[in-house]
């Protein structure tokens, strides 16, 4: 099977049709490491975010076996919702070659090779938290974001039991005009429906299951920001940290692309 450069070399040297390519291209999308998983390695050119592989219910050998082969075909692997099992698995395993960051706040693990470049997008993303508690989640959105060459701009532990902490993060993001904000927040999750009706550009809240008591594992938080009465909020699901890094990736390299 060609790499991707290859096809479009064949292209250029019209060695083969565009239709041609555009069916290799197709093969060229999915990969399969056994019956274990089936690899999208064209994700980032047609959605604009890479293939994240999801650590949970996946052994440490068999993160072990997916990563080289997403690797070799992207020249970057993002894992996420890694368990100490995989972070240990990880962390012996030797990379003489390669660039592999770990960030046990957020579980996840990027795994480059050194030539691997990331360009800058040029879109801005605000990241707040409501309590310490959330930057786990607000830190896989984070990851995500960087990736995708946008530059972020956090501020953790601002919750509304105490508003006045809001303040100069608001101002730095408008300062910098960032092109969506991410709020996560667990409890009431009231930090994101204030926020959506203090700035102008779109606000994508996280519920995180924090809560406890009768709005438990975050269905307090996710309600209460379903029901925001502010405009321009937008919901994902309870943890989901990639999600809303994905999204507003998206929504800023769009801003950015349009800017330029």
Do not use: W
Request: net charge neutral; with cysteine; aromatic share 4%.
């Amino acid at each position: 099977m060609y790499s991707l450069r290859e096809v479009l070399d064949k292209v250029a040297k019209n060695e083969i049709s565009p239709s041609e390519a555009e069916k290799l291209l197709k093969l060229l999308s999915i990969d399969e490491v056994g019956c274990l998983a089936k690899l999208d390695g064209n994700r980032e050119l047609r959605k604009g975010i890479p293939e994240i592989i999801l650590a949970e219910g996946k052994t440490a050998n068999d993160i072990a076996e997916i990563t080289p082969r997403m690797l070799a075909k992207n020249g970057r692997v993002i894992i996420s919702r890694c368990s100490k099992e995989h972070l240990q698995l990880i962390r012996e395993t030797f990379f003489s070659d390669v660039l592999v960051e770990i960030s046990d706040k957020a579980r996840m693990v990027v795994v480059k090779e050194k030539t691997f470049v990331i360009s800058s997008s040029g879109g801005r993303i605000g990241i707040l938290t409501a309590g310490t508690s959330d930057i786990p989640v607000a830190e896989e959105a984070k990851i995500i974001a960087q990736e995708m060459g946008c530059t972020v701009y956090s501020t953790y532990d601002v919750g509304v039991a105490g508003i006045h902490r809001l303040i100069e993060p608001l101002k730095q993001f408008l300062s910098n005009d960032v092109d969506v904000v991410i709020v996560v927040a667990g409890r009431e999750g009231a930090l994101a429906s204030v926020v959506a009706g203090l700035v102008d550009v779109p606000v994508i809240a996280v519920p995180t299951s924090n809560s406890y008591g009768f709005g438990e594992k975050g269905l307090s938080a996710l309600m209460a920001m379903l029901q925001s009465c502010s405009l321009g909020l937008a919901v994902v699901n309870i943890d989901s940290g990639v999600s809303a890094g994905a999204v507003a990736t998206l929504i800023a390299n769009r801003a950015a692309k349009f800017r330029k």
